[in-house]
């Protein structure tokens, strides 16, 4: 099955400063490639996503890019603010034998994002 | 738009006992998915329902099961609890099914005592 690794676990920035978090997948098949921010008590919330036919994709101070050769993807978010502090999971969708997911995802294990004001 | 509700939000069990969470997906959306989140696991993924069916499941022991009804709301019960059991429950709604945006719930805290 799909394995997706994130690095780094933790990450501390000034605020202004860029941040950058990276994840690998195993599963060729993989498709869709979401990233969420998880807030203390709350559900994680999409920030943004990829799909595999496009290499680059930003939303005002957040870019995520892919690389299906090396099997990557990598979040960016410029002019970071205090308020971004949070934990950020990559995800993949995970196809079974028939070409679908179904709503199935494999999440890396999050990156926890310090922003010092 | 109202987004995912789950219910609730907190729950406190023993041992051996049973539960039953709750998620009611987003208006128009038929594809519901379960995942659970713990410190050591991460989140993993239960199963997904669309259209009263399920058509997708993880790892899981069989003590793990789902349910869909024609409302698209879920539930999703867990038998003879077990202390491993206790993490944070999150369903997740997409209006497709496969590889589209998905939409989480505040999630349900279960806690086995």
């Known amino acids: 099955g799909e394995n997706v690794e994130q690095h780094p676990s933790t990450l501390s920035v000034q605020e202004g400063d860029s941040a950058v978090i990276k994840c690998t997948y195993s599963?060729?098949?993989?498709?869709?490639f979401p990233w969420y921010k998880q807030e203390l008590g709350k559900g994680p919330q999409l920030i943004i996503d990829?799909?595999?036919?496009?290499g680059e994709k930003k939303d005002q101070r957040i870019a995520v890019t892919l690389n299906k050769t090396a099997k990557h993807f990598s979040l960016h978010i410029t002019e970071t603010q205090p308020e971004d502090s949070a934990v950020y999971f990559c995800a993949a969708s995970s196809m079974n034998a028939g070409g679908t997911s179904y709503g199935k995802l494999t999440f890396g294990q999050g990156t926890i994002l310090t922003v010092h004001p | 738009k109202a987004g995912v509700t789950q219910t609730p939000r907190y729950l406190i069990k023993t041992r051996g006992q049973q539960v039953t969470l709750s998620c009611s997906p987003i208006s128009g959306h038929r594809s519901v998915s379960w995942y659970q989140q713990t410190p050591g696991q991460g989140l993993q993924f239960l199963f997904e329902?669309?259209?009263?069916?399920?058509?997708n499941k993880g790892n899981f022991p069989g003590r793990f099961s789902g349910r869909q009804f024609s409302n698209s709301r879920s539930e999703m019960n867990v038998s003879t609890l077990e202390l491993g059991d206790s993490a944070l429950y999150l369903c997740?709604?997409?209006?497709?099914?496969?590889?589209?945006?998905?939409?989480f719930g505040q999630g349900t805290r279960l806690t086995v005592v």
């Open positions: 329902y669309f259209s009263e069916t399920q058509r």
């Open positions: 990829i799909r595999s036919n496009v």
């Open positions: 997740a709604s997409s209006f497709r099914t496969a590889n589209t945006e998905a939409f």
């Open positions: 599963d060729s098949a993989s498709n869709y």
